[in-house]
Nanobody, 120 residues
Framework: VQLQAFGGGLVQPGGSLRLSCAAS????????MGWYRQTPGKQRELVAA???????NYADSVKGRFTVSRDNAKKTVYLQMNSLKPEDTAVYYC???????????????WGQGTKVTVSS
């Protein structure tokens, strides 16, 4: 199982970016998917998460600006980021709680980070 993230880049304050993260492989199902971010010297923090049933959870700092969604058929999670601020600058990581079917065990997988820079 692999997670691959796309969509980071440079954007001006007030702008928008959309991140996506796709899971590849076979023999698994996906529970919660989410996005975390990390800046130098700080711990990785939760940005947003979405359960397989669709319920969502957001960090207070992004509520009303970011939207997490998923396409279960495509095994993909998205993060739509609007009204971006310089303090949103970070490396963003996707993760997923994946159930390996034949084991009936859940593992947390991480994608590679994608850098988001908000600057004028």
């Amino acid at each position: 199982v692999q997670l691959q993230a796309f969509g980071g880049g440079l954007v001006q304050p007030g702008g928008s970016l959309r991140l996506s993260c796709a899971a590849s492989g076979s023999g698994f199902s996906i529970n919660t998917m989410g996005w975390y971010r990390q800046t130098p010297g700080k711990q990785r923090e939760l940005v947003a998460a979405i359960a397989d049933g669709g319920s969502t959870n957001y960090a207070d700092s992004v509520k009303g600006r970011f939207t997490v969604s998923r396409d279960n058929a495509k095994k993909t999670v998205y993060l739509q980021m609007n009204s971006l601020k310089p303090e949103d600058t970070a490396v963003y990581y996707c993760n997923a709680d994946i159930v390996i079917t034949w084991q009936l065990r859940t593992y947390t997988y991480w994608g590679q980070g994608t850098k988001v820079t908000v600057s004028s």
